[in-house]
């Protein structure tokens, strides 16, 4: 007998929404397919998941688990970055220039652009980071360092930078594949004051005669200075801070309740994505084509990933 942590009617909602969104993205947006895992990060116990729009549909992107295949983020990796900045001293009130700028690296010139193909001059971290801009997340993991930045995301639990030759400067806009279920439980630490609980899908197993095989025991760690998991919590719940890139109408609020977001949208919008919180729940989305087929040009994480995730969390926590 197997015990699991999915929470019946939390799945059930998981796999309507998915659905039901997933075909209108389909139709506007050539994006096929959809994945969701909600996870409680007081225990790290999975309280749904849905690895694809149908599993069982092969003709259609089925019999995939996208919640356990590495996937480019986008920019929902940033709130990593700015975590290990703002763990070295730097603060929310720290400016830099989003300007057009050239950086030299190994591998020849990088020069980002912000989404918007906009610069918005002097801006604050607390901009930048709710703004979601490129140029300043750039030049923020520059002053970092990607190996300061890829040493906190092993330590929340990333499985997936081993080989960290393979990182450069655009690791803060999501050059670096991460797994939805990795992803969204780290963001659950920032949800519980930098600690990470041990991601669990089963509570207890038992053998043919009752005999405990296992059984699930709360694991937890500390792997983000509290303050600092504060502070990004307080960013990506500031709906005012993001306003002016993603207006004060979006899909990364809650009616009556405060939430922490972050969305996410690789350059060539292959992935689309959506992780936010709250103390007690903290759900991630995944969007796109299993195959990799680019989707119509213009579908980003805000329109086609946050739906999905702001549907499922205000429904759960109405």
């Known amino acids: 007998k197997i015990w699991s942590t999915i929470d019946i ?6 796999e309507t929404v998915v659905r039901e969104i997933a075909e209108k993205n389909e139709k506007n947006f050539k994006a096929k397919n959809a994945a969701l895992v909600s996870i409680d990060p007081a225990t790290g116990q999975i309280l749904a998941m849905v690895g694809s729009r149908d599993y069982f549909d092969i003709e259609n992107d089925g019999n995939v688990n996208v919640v356990t ?3 480019q983020p986008g920019s929902s990796f940033k709130p990593i970055v700015y ?6 001293g730097y603060t929310p009130e720290m400016k830099l220039f989003d300007v057009e700028t050239t950086f030299t690296t190994d591998v020849g010139d990088y020069a980002p652009k912000n989404y918007d193909g906009k610069e918005h001059g002097v801006v604050s971290l607390r901009q930048a980071l709710a ?4 140029i300043p997340s750039v030049k923020l993991l520059y002053l970092t360092g990607i190996d300061t930045v890829l040493a906190l995301a092993e330590s929340i639990g990333y499985t997936t930078f081993s080989d960290r030759s393979r990182f450069g400067l655009s690791l ?9 279920l990795e992803h969204t439980a780290a963001c659950g630490a920032f949800a519980r004051n930098g600690e990470l609980f041990k991601t669990t899908g089963i509570l207890k197993v ?26 990004i919590t307080n960013i990506l719940s500031d709906n005012d801070a ?18 922490a977001a972050k969305t996410g949208t690789t350059n060539n919008f292959i992935d689309a994505w959506t992780v936010g919180y709250t103390p007690s729940l903290v759900t991630g989305v995944w969007v796109g084509n299993n195959d990799n087929t680019p989707m119509k040009k213009g579908a980003d994480g805000s329109q086609i990933a946050a739906p999905i995730w702001q549907r499922f969390m205000s429904e759960v926590l109405k």
């Open 9 to 14: 009617p939390k799945q059930e909602l998981a």
């Open 69 to 71: 295949r590495p996937r």
């Open 83 to 88: 975590a290990a900045a703002f763990t070295k």
């Open 131 to 134: 703004g979601s801009l490129n």
């Open 172 to 180: 803060v806009l999501g050059g670096g594949e991460v797994k939805l």
């Open 206 to 231: 038992e053998d043919a005669e009752g005999k405990i095989i296992e059984e699930y025991k709360k694991q937890k760690k500390k792997v983000v200075d509290t303050n600092v998991a504060r502070i």
């Open 242 to 259: 993001r306003s002016f890139i993603f207006g004060v109408t979006n899909y990364l609020t809650l009616p009556n309740r405060p939430v």
